[in-house]
């Protein structure tokens, strides 16, 4: 599925038909969700609602990490918890999006997200998992080959906050 941003507030109008409440019943949804405008899905998507349990405990610990740093190092304004780049190519201002449709096996999924901006196409690997509160995003792949490869687990577990 490839689509401009301005055919993208009616095609999600059209997948939810009014009911937000299941925006991540399938792997589909849920990645359709994280890409949709907060007015379609109804709400504004929190971590909790995409992420994994598991991923929301390493973005824990690494904004847990970031205070300690921030506080060792004298400062007395508290960090923003971002990490450094937006895992989810979510800040776009013109461009396309294209969503595989998600390979399903069991409780666990993979898909494919393009994100075409400002000239380049970004390819993100989406892995997800079927927690009790629905679907969610285990762990976030880049391979594109003009930037650098990543795993955002990695990120999370191994590379240090920026220090203030």
């Known amino acids: ?47 909790e609602d995409i992420y994994s349990d598991r991923l929301q405990a390493l973005f824990d610990g690494y904004f847990s990490n970031e205070q300690t740093l921030f506080a060792a190092a004298g400062n007395v304004e508290p960090p923003i918890n971002l990490i450094p780049f937006d ?49 969610r995003i285990d762990d976030i792949a880049s391979f594109d080959a003009e930037g650098q490869p990543w795993l955002l687990s990695w990120i999370l577990r191994y590379d240090p906050p920026m220090d203030g």
């Open 87 to 135: 895992p989810l190519s979510l800040v776009i201002e013109s461009g396309s999006i294209a969503i595989s449709e998600p390979v399903v096996s069991g409780h666990q999924a993979t898909a494919t997200v393009s994100v075409t901006k400002n000239g380049g196409t970004s390819q993100l690997s989406l892995f997800l998992i079927e927690q009790a509160e629905g679907w």
């Open 1 to 47: 599925m490839d689509f401009g941003l301005p055919m993208v507030f009616g095609l999600f109008a059209t997948l939810w038909g009014g009911a937000p409440a299941d925006y991540d019943a399938t792997p589909k949804q849920l990645l359709v969700a994280v890409y949709a405008p907060p007015v379609v899905v109804g709400k504004e998507l929190a971590p």
